[in-house]
């Protein structure tokens, strides 16, 4: 039987071990065994690395990633949106499996808190057989009711990842926070998560986008996101000058949309002030738990805002980001030279490294 | 020249004064004079008092007012529902008079934050002519714009102000935080915005409503406006066994809808895990700066909540109240059976001290 | 082998047979054999009976149903909400099933439009095995994926069916044309779905709500379940006149929202100028295709109103009709004394000939 | 004196006369004498000048005009937004202005439906004092109440009446039938509404749009202001093979939006099937009351269709119109460009056949 290398996580800290597993041949029902193209390193795998979320060890990081149908379990032979599924097809898949039975998936329809989610590259334990539910590997055993995407020739799998769970994390945002067009929006942050949030808020119509981060080329991705303003905190370095340029581009009562791509607690009460009254804000960046503010309440009922969290992305937010990306050839290709460093399976821990060091664009691993 | 007695705050924390001012005799084009026949003492009042807000002294406090017209000035003949106004009329307003020309007011159709807004018995300074802007009096002279409401027969003073700005307060954030009929509610705090957040939540659908609070006799008053289940705060001492009743009530999940009437600033960190994931957790009751407290942005993310705040009310608030309390014989009942204490103009300050207290239902000023 | 018997529709227009097929002993994966108790005849059946749908012959009808599980196949041991389901249990289920794979179903998360939906008693043709799948039967085979609920003790089957899919589908109806609380409700016809519409608005917190419809004890009826007003079609003749009837009564202008559930075109004329201008028309009657009526759609841009179709009804509906009866225990006893003629399963064509004649309330069949 | 030259309607389907009105020399407080730079004739005015409205005789037309400030009553010195106004200032208005007092104004929030509306050029009569009431006239007297807006230096004059009330109109449909950026558009009509329709819907974030109409020219127009796919009706003459057409580049199901532009009321029966099941059909074009169709009320409920009809707009989307222009350098080229024939005020009789001629683009009258 033939094997299947794989970068895995053994312990918090510690470089990720090439190791092999048993190629797992022939899928169940519905199962798909995918050969790994690309997988792109997120932010939250930094943050699995360094052990501030609870995962099973060792594991097989990797939740954004695309490939190549090898095999096609019994029964398979459809992806999500109903489209023919045949070995050698292109496809990417939704990180998350939702049960579609409990509370949130049912009577909430919000299948993004489902309780009992699971996510590949994140949930799984690499000692459990089948082992292989990790993008950082030459292969994935995709679960029955992934949901799988065959990807449209026109959108290269690089564009794919260079977006990432940034963009579709930020289409079900934009779902839940929905711009009026000609709002005026600000983006706290210049990650992934950032640039995708001005990308999303220009194609749903943003009048005025103010991008907040830095360093410099992180701003000038922004401006080619869309971003009209950009404010760099290297020069700008105080709050209140920040809450200054800000007001200065969206009119002095503040912006209609805030959103907050930082991760740090503290941008939430920078951000706040930056909100006309009876505006969104909107907490994106705070995917781990980082910590306490020291915060006022009153605020919100003084400002009647609307402050509102968004966790993850449905299948239905990977279709819309595949849609997008089809749509738009400019946004494929700023995506796309989004991705600055390629590492080979070998050296995933090294690309975890440049990763982490945020010296450059996005980080892919190339299996 | 005949003369107005009013009740005057003149120094923070120092007992109301009687003074009186010179009658104003024929209004201007659009102001309307009216006789108070009852004015509610407001919780907002009892901080006016210890000066915890910023207004002008001397004031004449008093923002919920009912009265009957003594004269009408050239030009106004109809009330804001385009009703014929007459002296003799039993009448109320609005408390807050909107520009009707600012950012606020008219691009973004959010008159609560107009920027020049201003409010009886609170924004005007008694020693400015006409004086008379407050409801601790026996007369007040309704600036030209004023929302005035001709009061149905069906409705007695007395359900009016009973209800208060508590009802026209919770009437808007029901309208920035609609409920689906059917959702489960809680409201944390049992005084006037709680239970009429209660009554609100009933009218609007509400399924299962549980109300958390006390003492005793305002745990009743929540029962007998609708809440289902009530958790006393002397009994059920801490905030998990409080979580544990909620829960108990609602489902293991939180419920659909949580509404914050306390006022201290801790009730937010008890509150929002009330909230199931997904749901809206409304911040009414942060009226007044109470401080900063802890709090972790990160739930905001993870339970993808709505956090939404409303402050004030405007005019078609009091419509709608009125229109409530024309239709609903019980509601005006229970509202008017919520006034425990009256007291006539000259012991208005007894009347503070009285409402300081907590000691029972609403007081109010009969001058 | 022991035989279930059936009341089968073998030709339009002509009596039902009673026949008997085989029972299904054991269910397979995910099914469950149901003993019926009871099952409502809902007018869609007379609809069906007359050939005025396209159905396949022949037919077990009866969509609305509850029984007791008889076995339960592998792997079905919880209902649609998670909860235990053993053999005796009294349930009911959604008559639809949809597949949770089309566009309509994933992408559009709108599963009554599902382009693959059958429904138990209307789609499936009762030569094919295994036959049982209508409610005018001792059992019914459901299949897997079937929504199946247990109904809470405090609610009576009778209940539950005697509200019947009417209720389903005006919740479904509730979600998609929501009211605002206090709002104004015209309900155009007093069947069931109309007495379901005045039931629901009523719970969602309508302000008025007029009636139109009859006869006489059809607008008892209506008053019943919340009609503020009734306005009887034999005593008001014409549209004029009811039209005069309703802004009497809901104010010049017309309602808020005015509930189509008569089924006859013609009404959507009579209907939509009873609407305020900005009103909402919803279009809740027209479910068989009873042909043109001469329209001017000048009408919808100058009165900017908003026309909304609303079509079955999702198991997300039945959760909450299930909640709603077993929270209120006068709509409980309301539908269910709304049951007025009880059939054998022998007597199903007698129980279908009386539905027809409208002679009273709902008839249903006791298998 | 001096005098003001005006072209006037005498009689429905007669020639405009230029006649003279005394200058009103110093406007009572809150007016403003403008002096009129460029008037757009609108296809309303066609339908105006036919008598298919009912207007009052003489009648001065132009509700589409823009001019510079002579002189400003007392008391008034801001525009709507609050911005300086001085003599000289470029500027425009809303043509109509509401009471603020009405049922519709403020209890609904719906000053289009205001029930004693005038709009400018429309609803006065030119023999009336002070006369000039209308755009298309050396000046107009605007009243204290009228919103006008300084129109900013980077926004020329011709773009804005290019525009002209179709972008305004379709501003506030957008408003009443929001997209969610990414869905499907298809537009029935390619006149000044149907190309304003294409602009939003672009800026609203649209994926594929399609747009229906003719002839050639206005095609060629539609693809420039954003429409994906056009369908000419000279060259797909059938509904069925258009619908073919619509559904080759939308999808099997239909579009998320069809907006009708067109006038006809046949256009709805054709537009409705281009609608996927759950979709917005936006009744746009049924301005004036052209008749009956034969319809069938079963598709509303059986497609579970929002129809929405929306009609004029408010101040704040000439405020929104404005700001559009302002930020996109694009659209006030091709709104510019828009305009094919210039007449003076002498010709404004030639210049009303030539815009009925429907021969080219926009038509404007420069007094």
Redesign the interface.
């Known amino acids: 039987m033939s094997q299947v290398r794989a970068a895995v996580l053994e312990a918090f800290e510690q470089p990720l071990q090439i190791r092999t597993y048993p190629d797992p041949g022939a899928p169940a029902p519905g199962e798909a065994l995918v050969a790994i193209d690309i997988a792109g390193i997120c932010g939250t795998d930094v943050h699995l690395w360094l052990g501030q979320l609870a995962i099973p060890l060792p594991n097989i990081m990797g939740h954004e990633a695309a490939g190549r149908i090898e095999k096609l379990g019994p029964g398979l032979d459809?992806d999500?949106?109903?489209e023919k599924l045949a070995p050698g097809d292109r496809v990417t898949w939704a990180s998350s499996i939702a049960c579609?039975?409990?509370?949130?998936c049912?009577?909430?329809?919000?299948p993004?808190?489902c309780l009992t989610r699971k996510a590949y590259g994140i949930s799984y334990c690499a000692a459990d057989a089948p082992h292989l539910r990790g993008g950082y590997a030459e292969k994935i055993l995709l679960r029955a009711g992934t949901a799988i995407f065959r990807i449209p020739d026109a959108v290269p799998s690089e564009a794919l990842i260079g977006a990432g769970c940034a963009l579709t994390t930020t289409i079900h945002a934009?779902?839940?926070a929905?711009l009026?067009?000609?709002d005026s929006v600000v983006v706290q942050g210049t990650g992934p998560v950032g640039l995708a949030a001005i990308a999303?808020a220009r194609?749903?119509?943003a009048?005025?986008i103010v991008a907040i981060g830095g360093p410099k080329h992180r701003l000038e991705l922004a401006r080619d996101f869309g971003a009209d303003v950009v404010v760099d905190i290297a020069e700008v370095t105080t709050a209140e000058a920040r809450r200054d340029a800000v007001l200065a581009a969206v009119?002095p009562?503040g912006a209609d949309q805030v959103i907050?791509c930082v991760g740090y607690?503290a941008a939430?009460n920078e951000g706040i002030p930056l909100c006309?009254?009876?505006g969104q804000y909107v907490?994106?960046?705070?995917?781990?738990?980082?910590?306490?503010?020291?915060?006022?309440?009153?605020?919100?009922?003084?400002?009647?805002?609307?402050?509102?969290?968004?966790?993850g992305f449905e299948?239905?937010h990977v279709?819309?980001a595949i849609?997008?990306l089809e749509?738009d050839a400019g946004l494929r290709e700023k995506f796309a030279c989004g991705i600055t460093h390629r590492f080979p399976l070998d050296q995933a821990d090294a690309a975890l490294e440049n990763a982490r060091s945020l010296a450059g664009g996005k980080t892919v691993i190339l299996p």
Chains 1, 2, 3, 4 share one sequence.
């Open positions: 459809r999500w949106r109903g579609g039975e409990c509370f949130y049912r009577v909430k329809r919000q993004t808190r934009s779902e839940r929905p009026e067009w000609g999303v194609v749903a119509g009048g005025v009119g009562y907050e607690p939430v006309r009254d009876g907490v994106l960046g705070q995917y781990a738990d980082a910590g306490n503010i020291s915060f006022n309440p009153h605020t919100i009922t003084r400002k009647q805002l609307r402050v509102i969290g968004s966790w299948p239905r279709d819309r849609r997008l749509r």
